[in-house]
């Protein structure tokens, strides 16, 4: 569940991992740069089909627009110290039905539109995200709060990032809730989780090979609340997203 959220940017569950990795490009930001990346999820679901995602990851940040792996948008503002994005994000929360949970609906993936703002100082950054579903899968929205850092180290780059996510009641009973048809058809107890509040913490770490190739993998822990861990979907109290990628800056 990302928060890449979050695991492969640098810009709030966003912003790593999966979440950005905008470190990875901070040193020129106007150069493009293609590559793939591979992401695994231990979900908290009771069954074990975890996903596995082999997708391409682009980035590319000019002035006034930007593409962020996951994200795509333009700056409303665009300071050393502030930032405002309005962007496009792809959320990739998803649920497959399988095991004992095999009669459930599928839980698709979907495309959120919102924005961003990152306060930037010497000790790191602070960044405010919202989200609003605009293909109608939860019809949900999200919103998260996090402390980001960057630490440079020779050719290593570590970004942690730890942040607070708020799931609308839309977007939990989505991805966690139990109709009164799913519930007759699987045998498990109708339910439908409120709001939420979720912690998450994630570290991304970049490596430069050469001036074109760099290698890059992240790490993401997303603690369930208790009214995502309540449901009867659910048997474990966290996620876990890994993912690992490389880039070639043209």
């Keep these: 569940m990302k928060m890449n959220r979050t695991a492969m940017k640098l810009t709030i569950t966003t912003l790593l991992m999966a979440n950005s990795l905008c470190f990875l490009h901070a040193a020129d930001t106007s150069k493009l740069q293609i590559g793939l990346t591979d992401t695994y999820d231990f979900q908290a679901y009771k069954n074990q089909n975890n996903p596995n995602t082999v997708l391409p990851a682009i980035f590319y940040d000019s002035r ?3 593409i962020d792996g996951d994200e795509l948008g333009f700056y409303g503002l665009n300071q050393d110290h502030h930032k405002l994005k309005f962007n496009l994000y792809y959320d990739s929360s998803e649920f497959k039905p399988s095991d004992e949970l095999k009669t459930l609906n599928k839980r698709k ?3 959120m539109a919102g924005g961003s703002y990152t306060y930037i100082t010497q000790y790191g950054g602070f960044q405010v995200q919202a989200e609003q579903d ?3 899968r939860s019809h949900g929205a999200f919103a998260t709060f996090a402390y980001l850092a960057e630490v440079n180290y020779g050719q290593w780059t570590f ?6 996510q708020w799931n609308s009641k839309k977007y939990n009973n989505y991805y966690y809730g139990v109709s009164a048809t799913e ?3 699987s045998g498990l107890k109708e339910y439908h989780p409120k709001q939420s509040l979720q912690p998450y913490l994630s570290l991304d770490t970049g490596y430069q090979l050469n001036s074109r190739w760099t290698l890059y993998g992240g790490l993401q822990f997303t603690g369930l609340s208790n009214q995502q ?6 048997e474990k109290h966290m996620d876990i997203s890994t993912s690992l990628g490389f880039l070639y800056r043209f």
């Design 64 to 66: 006034y627009f930007y």
């Design 109 to 111: 993936p979907s495309v």
């Design 134 to 136: 605009i293909l109608s």
């Design 159 to 164: 970004a942690p990032e730890l942040g607070i």
């Design 183 to 185: 519930a007759q058809t």
């Design 229 to 234: 861990y309540h449901s009867p979907m659910v």
